[in-house]
């Protein structure tokens, strides 16, 4: 690595000295974190430092100072002004609905997921961005997911990427080498995407591409599997849920103006702030599946487990993927312009999540890969049919991905994150799994037609999934 | 007379606020005052003989310039930019990507100078076909890789020497609907029809076609395929007519308009209808102004030889004869030395502008509030809008600009039309600057222009004509290549935003081609709409404009910051498509009536 930091303090990530500092500042950026600084592997106690900063922002309560409020902007992902300011600056369906990142990421712990009372509502904020109805016609309601492992999660969407991109790579020069269609299977980490075929002329059929977006890219995050990184989704929900602006999508390169939202704060956020916030989110430790008090619980979750498989809940909910490497580059290989690109850096930072103590927990496979626990696939599925569409319950499409449609929700954490469904308004584990359709309902179905005992073991289990502060 | 009043009252008339980047100081703005004055003479009027910008045997003096009618605008010049983003950083490779060729010749091919950009052998990357004037116009053969560098190969037509010679420009389209993109030599002499066959071969189509290509001066072309015909109908502009007594002065060669007839398979030229009068057409452009779905003709014309002469706009309607829009009818006089046209929609309403490159300022023009559907009138926002560019930016030379090939782009793919113009001084004109670099006017988010040629690499010291801006190595970055007048051709490899260390990344980007079944497989004539949040950009599929150069294959929008896109197509019949969902940073092929966006890659 070309830099490695070796005494990143505190001091070294302030720049922006003339911004207030005093103990007693109402605000939580008395300081902005330098981007320049952050080049090459971060060494443990420069990581440590970036993730405290991280942890700071994401606790902390914005406000007018730091630049809360976006009175001339909507809570779009693309830059785009609104005319007028809203009646009330802070509203709880079309936002700004939240005083920081905690406020609604708490439980059990901060980073964690929310209740009922945190969901947020989700809509492009192009067209009646300053909705006031629950009425899903305007806007996706959401419950707050976890973020524990998510720099995991990250990692191994980037490398199942690069498998499926290299699967498309290989099919187009291929094809064209021999001159005639090559239909390729497009499966990464034993996860299948269904195929393409490659023409000749470098066209690609993606009629039969299942559960990924048409450009290959896995986008791990959000309920619905729309979010590439956890630094799009961080200046994405900076601007919806605050108001606080990044640079590096609403500053002057992007929109011609340094005060965006026209609350008369400019480069609200740095690149480093967000980069702060990137490697505390990411840095966050993986669920763990506990063994519970009691030789009871123990039996039944041991039972449960195997209901679990016997059911064929793994088929989408797979126990672990392996992931290659634990250097989570920041920014990473996929985002686009807007959200910042490693191209745009001398050489991005590097949070090597193997400094953190929780990594050496991990199991390992005999390739020396990690497993990751998720209980996921990372792939999108059809999750409500006729019969069975309590998950069905939304109205809106969201960025291309149809209204029936999700990711495939990580389990890890599933026993410290009631309620469940995307909506949050399933209380129990049991409901929530009564309530898959689509290509969830042959284990739905086999999880009503088990006995008892059976749906009491996988609860049982699933309960034991766990986020550990 | 004719140019007077509109160079000197819109500057005075309009107390814009400047551009992004400011202009320059009262000082300079006086001083430029100044140097008018001390330059006009008594009269505010002179002229000069221009020693080696003379027809031999012709006898005269041509090219006169008064100098007064470009010194009210030096005295508003905008100033070069301030600081900027987003500037591409265009680096020049033509050599090292296999381009040795330069457009030569005598006082005739002081215009001219064109190129054409279009796949001749399937591979969908750009090839192009650079006229030569007196020289022979030459193939290259696109051999670039995604995001590598610029590599051409020159490929042997097969044609005769002879019809490759006297070539002032060119332009792709498909005349025969057999799936290969042709080609239009504008000439010197008898314009040449070429039929595109497999993997670049060439053959002359004139005999076939039924084409009489005729023996005059040809410098503009476009096309349309009028509703209900299965071939384009084909527009030729032509410049003086060298026979004509008196010629060059007031000596307009009248334009073309081509009609095809069904032949077997295959369109009939025929009947050639003279587009009467002509006023010394430099580019002519088939444009849907309000999009009416019947698109008319406009003609920029020099005025340096016509007399009694303006700017044109024919009524081009199916199965009647073409008519000029009249004064009645809101057409508005308008005397430029227009050299090229370019349509743009700045501001999305879905109702084009047009940069026309002229000497000194370069026109800007927009649908005047008392325009309406049937009334082309049209308010001139160039100064306004910072998109003058009547002398050059850099250098000492203050003299003015001689403009060209003109064409919006989004350069930077931020979402915001660019406009390049090339430039470059007649041959020896001292009236106006001899270093006259190409403008790079970058879009700005206030809706002016800022000037980054300098910054881009583009302000060489060449004589620009035609040019071509494309994507030759599909990297998603519009490339750009300019035919230099008596020197090698400059190719511009767009490497990316300009940085402190060294290019980043743009904005991001859709290019789309689009085919449907039948007559005009490539939809000339079609609007593309790219939505993306609140914005729509737009972009329109025809042949012609710019500088006797065209550009037929995937068109590119720039969307910013935006992942994804819905791109609806108004089908050149004007049937709207559904709208197709592409994720940005793609390539996209739309066939009509395909239920998706096909997804095409380029090779690596």
């Known amino acids: 690595m070309k830099r490695a930091l070796l005494a990143l303090t505190a001091a070294a990530l302030a720049v922006g000295s003339t911004l207030a500092a005093e103990p007693w500042h109402e605000g939580v950026i008395s300081r902005h974190v330098d981007q320049d600084a952050l080049s090459g592997t971060l060494d443990k106690a420069a990581l440590k430092a970036l993730r405290k900063r991280g942890e700071e922002l994401f606790v902390g309560h914005f406000t007018p100072a730091d630049g809360v409020g976006r009175p001339f902007a909507t809570q779009a992902i693309v830059p785009t002004k609104r005319k007028r300011p809203p009646e009330n600056a802070f509203f709880r369906s079309a936002g700004l609905d939240a005083n920081a990142c905690a406020g609604c990421h708490n439980l059990p712990a901060t980073g964690g997921a929310g209740d009922f009372v945190t969901n947020v509502f989700v ?19 959401r419950g707050s997911n976890h973020l524990f492992g998510a720099g995991l999660i990250e990692l191994l969407a980037r490398e199942m990427t690069a ?190 999540l193997a400094l953190l103590d929780w990594s050496r927990n991990l199991p390992r496979n005999e390739n020396g890969e990690v497993l990751v626990p998720l209980f996921g696939d990372l792939k ?64 739905r179905d086999r999880y009503m037609e088990a006995a008892e005992d059976d749906r009491s073991a996988l609860i049982a289990f699933l309960r034991t999934l766990v986020i550990e502060p | 007379m004719e140019m007077t009043a509109p160079v000197a009252t819109t500057p005075l008339r309009v107390p814009a606020p400047p551009p992004q980047g400011g202009r320059k100081g009262l000082a300079t703005v006086f001083a430029n005052r100044r140097r008018c004055r001390r330059s006009a003479g008594a009269n ?86 650079i006229a030569g004037g007196k020289g022979p116009a030459k193939l290259y053969v696109n051999k670039s890789t995604a995001g590598g560098a610029l590599r051409f190969e020159q490929r042997d037509t097969g044609l005769k020497q002879r019809t490759l010679e006297k070539v002032l420009g060119a332009y792709p389209l498909d005349i025969d609907n057999d799936g290969y993109l042709d080609l239009a030599l504008l000439r010197l002499g008898e314009n040449v029809l070429l039929k595109g066959g497999p993997e670049c071969a060439f053959e002359e189509a004139n005999e076939l076609f039924a084409f009489d290509g005729g023996n005059a001066w040809t410098t503009a072309f476009s096309a349309s395929w009028e509703e209900g015909s299965a071939f384009p109908t084909l527009a030729f502009g032509n410049y003086v007519d060298r026979s004509a007594p008196g010629s060059p002065w007031g000596t307009c060669h009248d334009n073309a308009l081509y009609r095809p007839e069904l032949g077997e398979g295959t369109p009939l030229y025929a009947e050639r209808r003279p587009l009467n009068p002509g006023y010394c057409a430099l580019s002519m452009l088939f444009t849907d102004w309000n999009r009416s779905g019947t698109p008319d003709l406009r003609i920029t014309n020099d005025r340096h030889y016509y007399r009694g002469g303006e700017e044109q706009l024919w009524h081009i309607e199916v199965g009647r004869a073409p008519r000029l829009f009249s004064r009645s009818e809101g057409w508005r006089h308008l005397t430029i030395w227009g050299m090229g046209i370019a349509e743009g929609d700045l501001n999305s309403d879905g109702y084009p502008e047009y940069a026309l490159t002229s000497m000194g300022d370069t026109k800007l023009q927009m649908l005047d509030e008392e325009a309406e559907e049937d009334r082309p009138i049209y308010t001139d926002i160039a100064y306004e809008r910072g998109a003058t560019a009547h002398r050059p930016y850099v250098g000492k030379d203050l003299k003015p600009s001689t403009g060209w090939h003109a064409e919006f782009a989004d350069f930077n793919n931020d979402g915001l039309l660019d406009l390049f113009i090339a430039k470059g001084n ?108 609140t914005r729509t950009a737009n972009r329109s599929v025809q042949v012609g404009g710019g500088h006797a150069s065209g550009h037929a294959g995937f068109v590119h929008a720039g969307v910013g910051t935006a992942e994804r896109a819905e791109i609806r197509v108004k089908w050149p019949d004007g049937e709207w498509s559904p709208p197709y969902r592409v994720f940005a940073n793609n390539f996209v092929r739309i066939e009509r009536g395909a239920p998706e966006a096909r997804y095409w890659y380029p090779p690596q």
């Open chain 1, 123 to 141: 809509s492009e904020g192009f067209e009646s961005a300053d909705f006031d109805s629950l009425d899903p016609q305007f806007s996706n309601e």
């Open chain 1, 163 to 352: 498998d499926l991109q290299r699967i498309r790579r290989e099919a187009l020069a291929e094809a064209r080498r021999v001159g005639s269609a090559v239909t390729a299977k497009l499966e990464s980490k034993g996860v299948d995407f269904g195929t393409i075929t490659a023409e000749p002329d470098g066209m690609l059929d993606l009629s039969a591409v299942a559960g990924v977006d048409h450009d290959l890219v896995i986008r791990p995050f959000s309920q619905k599997g729309v979010m590439t990184s956890l630094r799009q989704f961080t200046v994405n929900a900076l601007n919806h849920h605050h108001g606080m602006q990044a640079t590096e999508r609403f500053g002057l390169r992007w929109t011609g103006e340094r005060d965006h939202d026209g609350d008369g704060v400019e480069d609200e956020m740095s690149e480093g702030d967000v980069s702060a916030l990137v490697a505390w989110q990411a840095g966050l430790k993986p669920p763990v599946e506990r063994t519970p008090e009691g030789a009871g619980w123990q039996a039944a979750a041991r039972r449960g487990s195997a209901v679990f498989d016997t059911l064929g809940c793994n088929e989408c909910h797979r126990r672990s993927l392996p992931l290659r490497s634990l250097s989570f580059a920041d920014p990473g290989p996929l985002d686009m312009a807007g959200t910042l690109r490693e191209g745009e850096l001398a050489e991005p930072a590097f949070y090597d």
């Open chain 1, 380 to 443: 999108r599925h059809t999750i409500a049919d006729q019969e069975v569409a309590a998950l069905g319950n939304e109205l809106l499409a969201q960025r291309f991905v149809e209204r029936n449609v999700f990711m495939t929700a990580e389990l890890w954490g599933a026993g410290s994150t009631a309620p469940y469904g995307h909506r949050n308004d399933l209380p129990t584990l049991d409901e929530v799994m009564r309530a898959h359709g689509g290509e969830g309902r042959p284990s």
């Open chain 2, 44 to 129: 505010g009027q002179r002229s000069f003989p221009l020693e080696g910008e003379v027809p031999t045997g012709r006898g005269g003096w041509w090219w006169r310039v008064p100098t007064a009618l470009f010194c009210l605008p030096l005295l508003i010049a905008p100033a070069a930019a301030g600081p900027l983003n987003g500037i591409p950083v265009m680096h020049e490779e033509a050599r090292t990507a296999g381009i040795e060729h330069a457009y030569r010749g005598p006082w005739e091919y002081f215009v001219g100078g064109g190129a054409a950009s279009f796949d001749c052998n399937g591979d969908r990357l750009p090839d192009l076909l």
């Open chain 2, 426 to 533: 007649v041959e020896q004109m001292p009236d106006f600057a001899a270093f006259d670099p190409d403008n790079l006017l970058l879009g700005q988010w206030d809706g002016g222009f800022a000037e980054a040629g300098s910054e881009a690499g583009v302000a060489l010291p060449t004589k620009g004509r035609g040019a071509i801006v494309d994507d030759f190595n599909m990297d998603g970055m519009l490339d750009l290549l300019v035919v230099n007048r008596e020197e090698n051709v400059s190719l511009f490899r767009n490497l990316g935003a300009k940085a402190e260390a060294g290019p980043i990344p743009m904005g991001n980007f859709v290019a789309v081609e689009l085919a449907q079944k039948g007559p005009n497989a490539n939809a000339v004539g079609a609007l593309i709409a790219v939505k993306y949040g």
